[in-house]
C-alpha cells in the first residue's frame, strides 16, 4: 500500500512540474525586446490553456517563460516536461552535464523510495548568494572571476545562464557588454574545483556486525564511490579517503585519498566479513575525518571538501559532553573556513536523532534510513548533491580596458527573481588596456571549442578522446581509420585487413598489388606473370626488348647488344659515337684517349690546349702553369698576374702588403700622414716629458719650465721607451711622477670649453682584471685609465653624469681596440676633451666618443685651494692599494684639442 501511495505522490508532483514549464509562445512583440523589473506581458500556452503571463527578470534581461493555469495538463506529457525542466542551461557544455543537475536528487533505484522527502521538481529560490569569489589577472587584459552560487541556506541552484549573470566595470559604471563599454564579458561558465576531497566515515562497531548491516554499508559506500569516481567527467572526480571506526584504539583509516575505483572497492571489501572495531566512538572519528579533510587542497582557491558519515547511533563513548562541543564547534568553523559539507545518514534505530542531526553542516545534509537496504540510494543522492554544490562554482571572463588604478567589478546574479551582487577588486600591475587579443569566452573557459588536449591557458588540460582509434588534434577529437581501409593509422590504430587473394594495403586503401603489372613480381612478392621472348626482359612491371634501339653495350638486363667500331665508344644509352668530339686533349667522357698539348700549353675542362698564363707575367695560372716571377725588391704578384711595386706613390712608411720601408721624412715635411711627407700641423705642446734624460726633476722639453717629482721612486730606463730612449717604469705600488700646484698651468682650459689633449704612450706588464690602474690624472680635471680590461677617460663635469663626483666616462674594451690583451706591447692613447664632446684614440684611431657633454666651469673649480697636479701612475681612485704596473714614455698636455690628422700624424712620428 505504501508503495502505490508513494508513486502516486511521484506522479501528481512530477504533473506539477509539467503543468509549471510548460512551453508558451508570447502574443506581444514585446516578448523579445529588453524589459524593466515588474513588466508584464501576456502570452499564449501550448496545451489546453489559452493565456499565462510573463515577468520581467531585470533591467536590459530578457523575459521569464510564461506562467500558465496548469489545471487540465495531461499525463502524456510529462516525460517531454520533465526533459525542459531538467534542461534549464541550455548553454551548459556536455562536459559538466552530470555535476550539474542542482534541481533534484533522483532515485538510484525503488528500494530508496521511502527515504525520499524531495520531489523531481524545480522550485526557485526566494534568496541566494555568491559565497565566495576570487580574482585571477591574466596578461595582457583579461580578468578571469571564479564564483559559486547556492541559496541562502547553502543548497545549489539550478545551472547559471547567460542572461543570469551581469559583470559591471566599476571603474566606469558600465556594464562590459553595453554599447559604449569597450570592454566585453562573458556569461558563466561552470568552473572546475582546483580539488575535490570526500571523507566516508563508515561505523563498522559492535552493533553495526550484531545487526549484520556490514554488507549494507559497504555497498552503500561503494554507490558513493560508483557515483563521485567511476561515473564523475575527468577532472570532477573526487579525491576519496575511508575511515572504518569503533573503539578510539581500533579507528584507522582503510584508504587514503584516491580516485582510483579499483582501489577504493578492495579497501571497502577488506571490511568483509565483518569483525567489529569494537564499542564506537562517532566524535573522536568525526573529529578525525574533519582534520583529514581540511588538510587537503591548503593553498588552493576553489576547494570542495566533504564529509559523509554512515551510522547506527551517537555511539558517545568516553568525554562524549566534551567531545559533543569540540564537535559541534569544529562543525561550524569547518563549513564557514573550509569550505566544508558535513553530511550523516543514520540507520534508525533507538537512539537520540538529533545528536546525529546536529553533525551535518545543514538540515537538509541529513538522512534517516529506515533500513541498510536503502543505503545505496541514499549514499547516491548524497554523492549527487556534492557534485552539484561542486558544480555551483563558475567563472566569468572579462576583457578590461583598465590599466592602472583602484579596480573592481560587480557580479550581479539574478535567479528567477532571486538576486545578489558582490564586488571583486583586483590588481592592474600587468595590465595594459589592450583588448585585441582577449577574449572573454576563452578566459572563463580555457576550454572553449578545445574538447581534448592543453587549452587555451598553460596548465589547463581538456580531456582525452574516448574512442578506440581517436586522437587529439589541435584541440578536436578525429578518428585516425575515417579515410582508411585498412592498414594501421598514422598513429598505430588497426583499421582493418584487405579480402582480395592478390589485394594488399596501400595507403589505408585495399589494392590489386597486380593491376597495372605483366610481369615481375609485385611490391609484396606476388607474382603477376613472365615474359617470353629471348631478349625480353620484365621492367617496371612490362615485357620490354631489352636492347630496344640500343647498338652497344649490355642491355639493363644484361643482354650483349653489340661493340662499337675502333675510334668510338658506346655511350650511356648505347649508341656508338665520336666521344672527342672537338676535343684535342686528355681523356673524353667515356675515356678515350684524345691527344696531349704542346709544352707551354695546357688542357682546359673542355679539352682544348691554351696558354694559360696569356697577360700574367708572375705567379700560377688558373689551371696550374707557372707564369713567372716578379724581380723588383718592393714588387710583389697581384690576383692578376701583373708585378706590383708596394710602395708605388709612397712617400714614407711601411707598405701595406709586404711591410717593406718606404722611406723617411726630413726637412720642411718631417712628418708622415698616410705614407706622405707633410709639414708639421700639430701645435706646441703646453707640457713635455720625453723622458730622453733622468734629469731631476723631470724636465719640460715643451719650453715651459713646467718639472715633475718623482714620488715612491719609479725606475728610470735608459733605453727602455718605445722608440728606445728613456722612459719611466711603474711597480704596481704608489709610486708616480707629480707636477706641483701651479696658478698658471692650473688655468690652462682644464676648464670652460676650450678643450684640451692628452697623449702617452705605455707598456703595461700586468693583466688589470679587476680594478682601475690611473695611468695619467689630473685632481678635478680628467683620468686616464686601464680600468678591468678596457681603456677609459674620464674628464669632470659641471653636472653629475654617469659616475658619481661629476665624471663623463669614455671607454673601449682593449679586445676591440687592439684585437688581443694590452700586456707586454706598446699601446699609443690620445684623449680629447673639445668642451661638449671627448674622444679616446687607441694607435692613431678614435676608437670612443661622446657627446653632449656639460664642462666644467673655471669660475667654480678654480681656487687656491685646489691642487692642481697631473701625475703619472698616481693613486687607483676608489681602489685602495691597485696601481698601474708598466713603462710610459712620451707624456704630452696640449691646451688646445687635436684633430684625428693630428693624432694620427702623433701617433707617426
Known amino acids: 500500500m505504501s508503495s502505490i501511495v508513494s508513486a502516486i505522490g511521484r506522479l501528481l508532483i512530477a504533473l506539477i512540474a509539467v503543468m509549471l514549464v510548460v512551453s508558451c509562445k508570447s502574443s506581444d512583440k514585446k516578448d523579445d525586446t529588453v524589459c524593466v523589473p515588474g513588466d508584464v506581458i501576456s502570452c499564449t500556452c501550448e496545451g489546453s490553456r489559452e493565456s499565462g503571463t510573463k515577468k520581467c527578470a531585470r533591467n536590459g534581461a530578457k523575459w521569464f517563460d510564461c506562467v500558465c493555469d496548469p489545471d487540465t495538463e495531461t499525463v502524456s506529457d510529462m516525460e517531454t516536461a520533465s526533459e525542459t525542466a531538467s534542461n534549464l542551461d541550455s548553454a551548459s557544455d556536455s562536459t559538466s552535464d552530470s555535476i550539474t543537475d542542482t534541481s533534484s536528487l533522483t532515485d538510484s533505484d525503488t528500494s530508496s523510495d521511502s527515504a525520499t522527502d524531495t520531489a523531481d521538481v524545480y522550485v526557485p529560490p526566494t534568496c541566494i548568494q555568491i559565497d565566495r569569489a576570487y580574482p585571477t589577472v591574466i596578461e595582457p587584459s583579461s580578468l578571469r572571476v571564479m564564483f559559486r552560487v547556492l541559496d541562502c541556506e547553502g543548497s545549489p541552484v539550478r545551472p547559471l545562464t547567460d542572461t543570469d549573470v551581469v559583470t559591471i566595470n566599476m571603474k566606469s559604471g558600465a556594464e562590459f557588454n553595453a554599447a559604449d563599454e569597450p570592454g566585453n564579458a562573458s556569461g558563466p561558465s561552470v568552473h572546475q574545483p582546483d580539488g575535490l576531497y570526500s571523507v566516508l566515515v563508515l561505523d563498522m562497531s559492535n552493533s553495526i556486525i550484531a545487526s549484520q548491516l556490514q554488507n549494507q554499508i559497504v555497498e552503500g559506500a561503494k554507490a558513493y564511490v560508483k557515483k563521485m569516481v567511476t561515473d564523475a567527467p575527468v577532472g570532477w572526480r573526487h579525491q576519496i579517503a575511508i575511515l572504518a571506526f569503533g573503539a578510539v584504539g581500533a579507528t584507522q583509516f582503510i584508504s587514503d585519498f584516491t580516485d582510483d575505483t579499483a582501489a577504493l572497492n578492495t579497501a571497502l571489501d577488506g571490511l568483509l566479513p565483518g569483525q567489529t572495531l569494537g564499542a564506537a566512538h562517532l566524535y573522536d572519528a568525526w573529529l578525525m575525518a574533519v582534520e583529514k579533510a581540511k588538510a587537503q587542497g591548503v593553498g588552493q582557491k576553489m576547494v570542495e571538501r566533504s564529509v559523509v558519515v554512515v551510522t547506527d547511533g551517537p555511539h558517545e563513548g568516553t ?4 567531545l559533543r562541543n569540540q564537535a559541534l564547534n569544529t562543525r561550524m568553523s569547518a563549513a564557514k573556513n573550509a569550505n566544508m559539507s558535513l553530511f550523516t545518514v543514520s540507520i534508525k534505530g533507538d537512539f537520540e536523532e538529533k545528536k546525529i542531526r546536529e553533525l551535518a553542516s545543514k538540515d537538509a545534509y541529513y538522512t534517516q534510513a529506515e533500513t541498510g537496504a536503502e543505503l545505496p540510494g541514499i549514499l547516491t543522492k548524497v554523492a549527487t548533491q556534492m557534485s552539484a554544490i561542486a558544480g555551483s562554482n563558475y567563472a566569468v571572463g572579462v576583457c578590461t580596458p583598465v590599466d592602472s588604478g583602484v579596480a573592481s567589478v560587480k557580479l550581479v546574479v539574478d535567479v528567477d527573481g532571486a538576486t545578489t551582487q558582490s564586488e571583486i577588486y583586483y590588481p592592474t600591475d600587468k595590465l595594459t588596456g589592450d583588448l585585441t587579443q582577449c577574449d572573454a569566452q576563452i578566459v572563463a573557459n580555457p576550454c572553449f571549442n578545445i574538447a581534448c588536449g592543453p587549452g587555451a591557458f598553460p596548465d589547463v588540460d581538456c580531456g582525452a578522446c574516448a574512442g578506440a582509434s581517436e586522437w587529439c588534434d589541435n584541440g578536436a577529437c578525429v578518428d585516425d581509420c575515417a579515410t582508411q581501409d585498412c592498414g594501421t593509422s598514422l598513429r598505430g590504430f588497426n583499421c582493418g585487413i584487405c579480402k582480395g587473394a592478390t589485394e594488399i594495403c596501400t595507403a589505408g586503401k585495399c589494392v590489386d598489388d597486380c593491376a597495372t603489372l605483366e610481369c615481375g613480381v609485385s611490391p609484396t612478392g606476388l607474382e603477376c ?29 644484361n643482354v650483349d647488344c653489340g661493340i662499337c667500331a675502333t675510334g668510338t665508344a658506346c655511350d650511356a644509352n648505347g649508341v656508338c659515337v665520336n666521344d672527342c668530339g672537338a676535343r684535342v686533349c686528355d681523356k673524353s667522357p667515356l675515356g678515350l684517349n684524345c691527344g696531349t698539348c704542346a709544352p707551354n700549353t695546357w688542357c682546359t675542362a673542355a679539352g682544348a690546349c691554351v696558354n694559360d698564363c696569356g697577360t700574367r707575367v708572375c705567379g700560377e695560372s688558373p689551371l696550374g702553369g707557372m707564369c713567372g716571377t716578379c724581380t723588383g725588391a718592393n714588387d710583389y704578384c697581384s690576383t692578376a698576374g701583373a708585378c706590383v711595386d708596394d710602395c708605388l706613390g709612397l712617400q714614407c712608411g711601411t707598405s701595406p702588403t709586404l711591410g717593406r720601408s718606404c722611406g723617411a721624412c726630413s726637412g720642411s715635411t718631417p712628418s708622415c700622414v698616410n705614407h706622405q711627407c707633410v709639414a708639421p700641423t700639430i701645435p706646441d705642446p703646453l707640457l713635455y716629458f720625453s723622458f730622453d734624460d733622468n734629469s731631476i726633476p723631470v724636465q719640460d722639453v715643451s719650453g715651459n719650465g713646467y718639472t ?41 682650459n682644464l676648464y670652460g670649453t676650450d678643450g684640451y689633449s692628452l697623449a702617452i704612450w705605455i707598456y703595461p706588464q700586468a693583466t688589470v682584471d679587476t680594478g682601475y690602474y690611473r695611468i695619467l690624472s689630473r685632481e678635478l680635471g680628467y683620468v686616464l685609465y686601464l680600468a678591468e680590461g678596457a681603456f677609459e677617460f674620464w674628464s669632470w663635469s659641471e653636472v653629475e653624469t654617469d659616475r658619481d663626483n661629476h665624471w663623463n666616462v669614455v671607454s673601449i674594451p682593449v679586445v676591440d681596440a687592439l684585437g688581443t690583451g694590452p700586456n707586454d706591447t706598446w699601446t699609443h692613447l690620445v684623449a680629447v676633451l673639445d668642451g661638449t664632446s671627448a674622444y679616446l684614440y687607441v694607435n692613431g684611431i678614435m676608437e670612443a666618443s661622446k657627446d653632449n657633454l656639460v664642462p666644467a666651469l673655471m669660475t667654480t673649480y678654480a681656487n687656491s685651494d685646489l691642487e692642481w697636479s697631473t701625475s703619472i701612475s698616481t693613486q687607483v681612485g676608489n681602489k685602495e692599494n691597485v696601481y698601474f704596473t708598466g713603462i710610459a714614455d712620451e707624456v704630452m698636455f696640449f691646451d688646445t684639442p687635436l684633430n684625428a690628422n693630428q693624432v694620427l700624424e702623433l701617433y707617426n712620428r
Request: glycine share 16%; proline share 4%.
Open 319 to 322: 568525554d562524549a559532553s566534551t
Open 708 to 748: 715633475g717629482t718623482l714620488v715612491n721612486s719609479p725606475a728610470y730606463l735608459p733605453t727602455g721607451g718605445y722608440d728606445g730612449s728613456g722612459a719611466y717604469q711603474f711597480q704596481n705600488v704608489k709610486s708616480c711622477i707629480e707636477i706641483g700646484k701651479d696658478s698658471s698651468l692650473q688655468q690652462k
Open 529 to 557: 606473370g613472365a615474359c617470353s621472348g629471348t631478349t625480353e626482359i620484365c621492367t617496371a612491371g612490362k615485357c620490354v626488348d631489352d636492347c630496344g634501339t640500343r647498338q652497344c653495350g649490355l642491355s639493363p638486363g
